[in-house]
């Protein structure tokens, strides 16, 4: 019993951490049943251009406030929250995050159209791995470093596992999730490549780019095809990229990370 309502309080507070964590600050209206997604369709037009320049933390000074487009992504009001500051390192200016023992990240609400603008490129620097963390296990589910997509979608072509997956962080929590949610993530030992489910929602897949102490300490450059990731991810074409967000946890393992995020933009292949 006591085994069984554990697994209940983690089930619950699952689902309270990705109803928060990302388009936090979207509020739900009658049209929207099911996912959040929908009021960034309808508020932001689509990018457009050959580039579209999410993060240019390195155009900003050190010390600088953030642009307020970068809105906190609150994991849960009671856990502690990740540092984020512009500091210069290594000659350019970047995002520093510092958890300790903490879980928060920042999100920008931006409209990409991943059939236009299917690559992603970003760069990172982790300071160090996390001890403990193992992205299987809901009580090691941290990492030194996180880039997060959510997408819109339609939730009438969800199971019913997932429909009560959202109906139930809704009424939980009062606010709906994304439709889907792709994570790029820093395993310690996962090889690179691999698709995680979260430990406790189909609607977020996580994939490792990076394994391992070998990169620890250097800057580490990627490009994704986020069209293809969210096809083998969740076996269907992608809708509306509508938040893009960055975060360092450390809470689950009561450990602490530093880790510094460089610019991030999306290219056409028009």
């Keep these: 019993m006591l085994r069984s309502r554990l697994r209940g309080e983690g089930m619950k507070a699952s689902i309270l951490i990705f109803a928060t964590l990302l388009l936090g600050g979207c509020a739900l209206t009658p049209t929207e049943e099911l996912v959040s997604s929908g009021a960034v369709v309808r508020e932001l037009p689509r990018e457009a251009g050959e580039a579209v320049p999410v993060a240019r933390f390195s155009r900003r000074a050190e010390g600088e406030a953030l642009a307020p487009d970068w809105e906190p992504m609150i994991v849960l009001p009671s856990k502690p929250r990740t540092r984020y500051q512009l500091v210069r390192r290594d000659g350019t200016v970047a995002l520093q995050a ?32 996390i001890p403990g963390a193992d992205k299987r296990r809901a009580s090691g589910e941290d990492s030194p470093a996180r880039l997060i997509l959510s997408f819109h979608g339609d939730p009438a072509k969800l199971d019913f596992e997932a429909r009560t ?14 439709y889907a949610t792709l994570m790029y993530v820093w395993s310690n030992s996962v090889p690179v490549g691999t698709v995680l489910d979260n430990p406790h929602t189909s609607r977020v897949k996580m994939i490792v780019v990076e394994s391992g102490p070998g990169g620890v300490g250097k800057w580490r450059s990627y490009q994704r095809n986020v069209r293809e990731d969210y096809r083998r991810a969740f076996g269907e074409e992608p809708w509306d990229v509508v938040a893009v967000g960055m975060m360092t946890d450390a809470d689950n393992t009561g450990q602490s990370a530093r880790s510094y995020y460089g610019d991030i933009t999306f290219l056409s292949d028009l």
């Design 98 to 129: 510092v958890a300790e023992k903490s879980a928060s990240g920042k999100v920008r609400r931006i409209r990409i159209d991943p059939s236009r603008h299917p690559t992603v490129e970003w760069r990172w620097r982790v300071s160090s791995l």
């Design 165 to 178: 997956q959202l109906r139930f962080a809704k009424a939980l929590s009062g606010q709906a999730l994304p």
